[in-house]
Nanobody
Framework: QVQLTEFGGGLVQAGDSLRLSCKAS????????MGWHRQAPGKERESVGS????????YYAPAVNGRVAISTNNAKNTLYLELNNLKPEDAAVYYC???????????WGQGTLVTVSS
């Protein structure tokens, strides 16, 4: 089992930057990809992006591409999300996820709420 705990979030101003982190613990040697999803009120959960832990290749969703960076620490057990130039539509609960494929994550964090004030 892998446990994921997100940190960061809260109230941010439109136009500001956001940095979230996600600490993975447990059998982290079983995961090869980590990513971020988000879910806004009344909307379906959507991918923000992911990173392959084996080669550090990243994928970013079109809605945030150009404003986002996903990275990990050297130990590959902490995932980061940086989102710049925040917009009201970025407000959501952000979830950290991990597994062996970005299309079907095995493990999920509890989520952290991001509110954007305009």
């Amino acid at each position: 089992q892998v446990q994921l705990t997100e940190f960061g979030g809260g109230l941010v101003q439109a136009g500001d930057s956001l940095r979230l982190s996600c600490k993975a613990s447990g059998r982290t040697n079983t995961i090869t990809v980590m990513g971020w999803h988000r879910q806004a009120p009344g909307k379906e959960r959507e991918s923000v992006g992911s990173i392959n832990l084996m080669g550090d290749t990243t994928y970013y969703a079109p809605a945030v591409n150009g404003r986002v960076a996903i990275s990990t620490n050297n130990a590959k057990n902490t995932l980061y999300l940086e989102l710049n130039n925040l917009k009201p539509e970025d407000a959501a609960v952000y979830y950290c996820a991990a597994g062996d494929t970005p299309t079907r994550y095995t493990y999920w964090g509890q989520g952290t709420l991001v509110t954007v004030s305009s």
